[in-house]
């Protein structure tokens, strides 16, 4: 294997790389494939970051299993592709009206970081929800009604940051999170306000930063919430792994104990269930890696969270949407020149090819 890997020449493999084990961790040389050709599903260990230097970019060959033996084989992992999203997303119907799809409060923005909360109250106005309501800091109020006009908003008693969260009584989902600091008197916010209503929160940014450095906090979180932590906001909240399989068990741990919806963000971005049960998502690219596009997802989940989609629901469907609109973004402008806006901007279109 050293001596084909020190060859200047294209290599592919076939099914997997050898050397590589499929569901646990590799010892030892492997195949540095550019591209392999599996067979009829993809192996757990090409949804991993750190083994794309072997696997490399990868295609399915149906070598024609039985989809009814397929559907029998059990497993708590799942490839989430298009035609899933037409089992989930909902069709409306003539006589629906706005309150039927619910209220959404997003907490969001600081002094100089109100891009955050725009961009994410816009991707939850695409994604549907009836009404949405954003509490920013009194610096942000002129932003905010001027960038989002279907938005309301609701004004901190602070000019410059989060310190005390509205009344709660409205609204069925809180997303918060975006652009949001650390100050003191925020941590004290967040806290009072996942004491005060258990209705589910999506978290996000700051507010899982603030999580992990007091980890007391997330007994509180409310059962059927939705965590999205990139790999660096994962590690601060679980602490350090040894390899990926080992990750994604901390992942698995953390929805059980939680009884919410974990979702690790990156390319196959993971979802974990509170079961166990983990689906990967086959959309989204590289140009997708910018600031700002979490806050997307953010919002996008909130505003499918308000329609009462379930969090597993909504996290599947969300974060599918995201990455195809990703997609068609770049498809528009190249993935150099993507931006997050792009990827709500394209938000009408994914909904349309994918439902």
């Given at each position: 294997?050293?001596?084909?890997?020190?060859?200047?020449?294209?290599?592919?493999?076939?099914?997997?790389?050898?050397?590589?084990?499929?569901?646990?961790?590799?010892?030892?040389?492997?195949?540095?494939?550019?591209?392999?050709?599996?067979?009829?599903?993809?192996?757990?260990a090409f949804l991993f970051p750190d083994h794309f230097a072997f696997v490399g970019n990868w295609v399915l060959l149906d070598i024609g299993l039985h989809k009814e033996f397929l559907k029998k084989v059990e497993t708590p992992y799942f490839y989430f592709v298009k035609k899933?999203?037409?089992?989930?997303?909902?069709?409306?119907?003539?006589f629906d009206h706005k309150g039927k799809f619910g209220h959404a409060l997003l907490v969001a923005g600081a002094y100089g970081k109100m891009g955050a909360a725009v961009l994410a109250a816009r991707a939850a106005l695409r994604s549907g929800l009836g009404l949405l309501t954003v509490h920013v800091p009194g610096s942000g109020y002129n932003i905010i009604q001027s960038s989002v006009p279907e938005a309301m908003a609701s004004i901190d008693d602070h000019q410059d940051f989060f310190s005390s969260p509205p009344s709660l009584s409205s609204f069925t989902v809180i997303g918060?999170?975006?652009?949001?600091?650390?100050?003191?008197?925020?941590?004290?916010?967040?806290?009072?306000?996942?004491?005060?209503?258990?209705?589910?929160?999506?978290?996000?940014?700051?507010?899982?930063?603030i999580l992990a450095a007091n980890r007391d906090f997330l007994q509180s979180v409310p059962e059927g919430s939705i965590l999205t932590p990139h790999p660096k906001e994962f590690e601060r909240l679980v602490g350090e792994w040894k390899n990926e399989f080992e990750r994604l068990e901390k992942q698995q741990k953390l929805a059980k104990d939680l009884k919410s919806v974990v979702i690790l963000k990156g390319a196959n971005t993971s979802i974990a269930a509170p079961d166990g049960t983990v689906y990967f998502n086959s959309s989204g690219n590289p140009g997708m890696a910018k600031g700002g596009c979490g806050d997307v997802l953010t919002g996008i989940l909130t505003g499918l969270m308000a329609q009462q989609y379930s969090?597993?629901?909504?996290?599947?469907?969300?974060?599918?949407?995201?990455?195809?609109?990703?997609?068609?973004?770049?498809?528009?402008?190249?993935?150099n020149s993507l931006i997050a806006s792009d990827v709500t901007d394209l938000l009408p279109e994914a909904f349309k090819r994918a439902g």
């Open positions: 294997i050293n001596c084909v890997n020190e060859l200047s020449i294209q290599k592919i493999a076939i099914d997997i790389p050898s050397g590589l084990m499929a569901d646990v961790p590799s010892e030892g040389a492997i195949i540095r494939a550019k591209y392999t050709l599996a067979f009829q599903v993809p192996k757990l899933d999203v037409r089992k989930i997303l909902r069709v409306r119907s003539k918060i999170g975006p652009g949001l600091g650390v100050a003191d008197q925020t941590v004290r916010a967040f806290q009072k306000m996942l004491m005060l209503r258990k209705i589910p929160f999506v978290i996000d940014a700051d507010a899982l930063n969090a597993l629901e909504a996290a599947q469907l969300g974060v599918f949407l995201h990455g195809f609109a990703g997609d068609l973004a770049a498809y528009e402008t190249g993935m």
